[in-house]
């Protein structure tokens, strides 16, 4: 087993799940517990100013060995996972030289990861893939991303006759909850310019992403005994149900793709006198973007008007916005990682992200960071995997970016 593999597998062993309700930060203290022991291994490995500060990130240098003028950059990846599928007692393992047809996750429970459901592993039958047991996420978003870094690192560590320049490195909280560089500072960390490790499939090489929005609707409705009920009783939950109806099907998650944007009721909960509604607001386009936002409080009035003024309440917070326009100023960033892809054999998949990464924030943040594949597939959910190959790819990579970059300046 490679060096990258035992790292994930050990990573993947820490429940890091991030609390989108919290409010501390990080969110959630068992985050800080593999932040820590990255902070040990890197000072292990022989990086330098390896730090943990008082938010929990962690910094380190890798340092140049070379007297050429080089471009010092960054490679940052997230501990967190998401909470929309359990992070705890993650029971991963290798599915050996994989078949194709159905995987059975779960014996007990009959859990199978099926190619009609997800089409994508058919691509790679012969190879090695690390999955779960189907009752908790896998944690390759983004742990497949902090195990490259710190494999490239060691590596190059080992192999002083690759010629680089200075690399700086940072581990961050949170950012699946969109607070991941609140407290992040950029000029502390020195870097011209970075990349987030935090992609998807091999190939993927992403500089686009969702400009995205949180909304949080709360509904105040009036209980009343139901014997006695008739024009008297405003049922929250069902107030609730209607206000969603608003809401255009056909952009929701599930019946878009590429560039399309989505509406997306990310949790419910409720009774007759209150409910509560939580989503996701997200487009690539801004003025779309925008346009959802007021399609959302258009809505909230429609309701108000129909049930008294009052009844609802929203809170649109935005998140981050769509990178694109922060990166294509600094073309050469983006042509030094497709010159890594190829010389490692792999033509670049120059993709929009259904998502967001720190590294939309930091763009904006004055750090262009475009987003480099991490290897695996169905994130955020118990059908998670990735392919052995993948994620050993994700490392050679790293270290042959490392090498563009030094050579190439």
């Known amino acids: 087993m490679t060096d990258v593999i035992e790292r994930f597998l050990h990573y993947v062993s820490y429940e890091t799940t991030s609390d989108p309700e919290s409010k501390s930060f990080p969110s959630t203290a068992t985050q800080l517990e593999l932040l820590k022991v990255l ?31 080089v471009p010092v950059f960054g490679l940052l ?31 007990e429970k009959n859990i199978v990861l099926s190619p009609v ?78 990349y987030t490790v935090d992609g998807g499939p091999i190939g993927e090489l992403e500089y686009e992403n969702f400009n995205a929005a949180s909304a949080k609707v709360t509904v105040h409705g009036r209980s009343v005994h139901p014997g006695t009920a008739k024009n008297q009783m405003k049922n929250a939950s069902l107030m609730a149900m209607e206000f969603n109806a ?3 099907v056909e952009q929701r998650p599930e019946f878009t793709e590429g560039y399309e944007g989505f509406f997306h009721l990310t949790g419910m909960q409720g009774h007759c006198e209150e409910a509560h509604l939580s989503y996701i607001i997200r487009d690539h386009d801004k003025a779309k973007f925008e346009a959802k936002k007021v399609e959302m409080q258009q809505a909230i009035d429609f309701m108000n008007a129909r049930y008294g003024k009052g009844s609802f309440e929203l809170e649109l917070r935005d998140s981050y916005y769509n990178m694109k326009e922060m990166i294509l100023p600094h073309p050469q960033i983006l042509e030094y990682a497709r010159l890594a892809y190829r010389a490692l054999g792999l033509e670049p998949i120059e993709v929009p992200v259904r998502g967001g990464t720190d590294g939309s924030r930091l763009s904006y943040m004055g750090l262009p960071t475009p987003n480099l594949f991490s290897g695996g597939h169905n994130f955020h959910g118990r059908f998670e995997y990735i392919p052995v190959q993948s994620l050993e790819k994700v490392s050679e990579m790293l270290v042959k970016l490392i090498e563009v970059i030094g050579k190439a300046a």
């Open 39 to 69: 902070a040990e291994e890197l000072k292990a490995i022989g990086l330098e100013d390896v730090k943990m500060d008082e938010w929990g990130y962690v910094t380190a240098t890798l340092p140049a060995n070379t007297t050429r003028v």
């Open 117 to 194: 459901d997800f089409p994508e592993v058919k691509a790679y039958v012969g190879q090695d893939l690390i999955i779960t047991d189907g009752t908790t996420l896998l944690g390759a978003d983004d742990k497949a991303g902090v195990a490259g870094i710190v494999s490239a690192m060691k590596y190059l560590m080992q192999h002083p006759e690759i010629e680089h320049g200075t690399v700086r490195v940072g581990f961050t909280p949170d950012e699946e909850i969109g607070s991941g560089v609140d407290h992040f500072d950029v000029a502390a960390f020195g870097a011209q310019f970075a």
């Open 246 to 248: 608003l809401l255009p």
């Open 77 to 107: 990846a997230h501990v967190d996972t998401s909470s929309a599928a359990s992070g705890k007692d993650v029971k991963a393992r290798i599915l050996e030289n994989y078949p194709g047809g159905d995987i059975l996750l779960n014996p």
